[in-house]
């Protein structure tokens, strides 16, 4: 079992929608919790940075931290066409570790 | 402008044939970091530097090897590239292991 599990996608929406991206992992160390951005040909961009367990918001970004469960999401409101892109979760405690990314497109 | 450099961008080589792909920031950081991407994979980690002349392997270190003589330069070095290294490479940095990573644009390369 990966210590992060991330579904690759891909997935496709319509313009508009409210997209949801997951992750689960097994290592119960796991302190600090992310979501990077990549875009086609570019190195993944910090998106969302969470410490502890519940939700926060930066705009149409919503990402939730559900530290019983194991579980991380993040959720798009008012999906636009130039948030298709790469999503990567990513978790930390004395190193960090990456999901596979899940392949996100929004079709106008 | 913060950023992490990496050159070259785009590399075709052919087995056995020594390269580095060299990497640069300028934010002071102490963590320096080595991964490549392959397609359902993610990003693994290939080596990481705490600090100057402190590295470490991460979780794919088989046929690299790297150095950090200096706190701003991390190059990541292939003695004798194989087919299987062919991949996109991301250096990237930050001012620990658990602090977000910058990452560098990527090295794209093909060993024939």
């Known amino acids: 079992q990966k210590e992060v599990e991330q579904d690759p996608g891909p997935l496709s929406v319509p313009e508009g929608a409210i997209v949801s991206l997951n992750c689960t992992y097994s290592?119960?160390?796991?302190?600090?919790f992310m979501w990077y951005r990549q875009y086609s040909r570019k190195g993944p961009e910090l998106l969302m940075y969470t410490y502890s367990s519940g939700n926060k918001e930066d705009g149409r970004f919503t990402a939730q931290v559900d530290k019983s469960s194991k579980y991380i999401s993040l959720f798009i409101r008012d999906s636009q066409p130039s948030d298709s892109a790469t999503y990567l979760c990513a978790m930390s405690s004395d190193d960090m570790r990456f999901g596979a990314g899940t392949r996100l497109t929004v079709k106008p | 402008e913060a950023q992490v450099t990496q050159n070259p961008r785009y590399l075709i080589t052919v087995t056995g044939k020594k390269l580095t792909v060299t990497c640069s920031q300028n934010?002071?950081?102490?963590?320096m970091s080595w991964y490549r991407q392959d397609p359902g994979l993610g990003l693994r980690q290939i080596y990481y530097?705490?600090?100057?002349?402190?590295?470490d392997k991460g979780d794919v270190p088989e046929g690299y090897k790297v150095s950090r003589k200096e706190k701003r330069n991390f190059p990541l070095i292939l003695e004798s590239p194989s087919p299987n290294q062919t991949s996109l490479y991301f250096c990237?940095?930050?001012?620990?292991?658990?602090?977000?990573?910058?990452f560098g644009p990527g090295t794209r390369l093909t060993v024939l």
């Open positions: 990237a940095s930050s001012l620990s292991a658990s602090n977000e990573q910058f």
């Open positions: 934010m002071n950081h102490e963590y």
């Open positions: 530097s705490m600090n100057v002349e402190v590295t």
């Open positions: 290592n119960s160390a796991f302190q600090y």
